[in-house]
């Protein structure tokens, strides 16, 4: 993937912590961001939690190095939103996502209560289909 491709991809909060990631780890969050598109959910879901919790714990150092886990953990919800409207919910929607499953699970792996379940708003949730 090159940075075009991410920058079509993905969100301008997200183009932002990538543009702030040190020039070493730019190639590789490229060549990750590649294969999430085919990644299959429970394995993004996997990824997500991972990305969430190793955004957290550099959100506690000031150094530019943190930047390429944001930009990774944002890639994530980037993505994550691109399913769930490929699953049919609208733009507008705000149930919840892969992203925010995985952000469930970060939490209750840290042993704290997990976020709030958000329905889908869009009609398109369990028993709308």
Request: aromatic share 6%; proline share 4%.
């Amino acid at each position: 993937m090159t940075e075009g491709e991410l920058e079509a991809f993905v969100s301008s909060v997200s183009m932002g912590a990538y543009r702030r990631t040190p020039e070493w780890d730019q190639p590789k969050i490229l060549e990750w961001a590649a294969k999430l598109q085919d990644m299959p959910d429970d394995e993004f879901l996997n990824e997500c939690s991972q990305k969430i919790l190793d955004s957290a714990i550099m959100n506690r150092f000031s150094m530019d190095s943190a930047w390429g886990a944001h930009a990774r953990a944002d890639i994530c919800a980037d993505e994550a939103r691109r399913r769930h409207e490929a699953a049919g919910h609208t733009s507008s929607c705000r149930g919840d996502t892969i992203y925010t499953e995985g952000l469930r699970r970060a939490y209750r792996s840290q042993g704290h209560a997990a976020p709030k379940v958000h329905p889908c708003t869009c009609g398109k949730g369990e028993g709308n289909d």
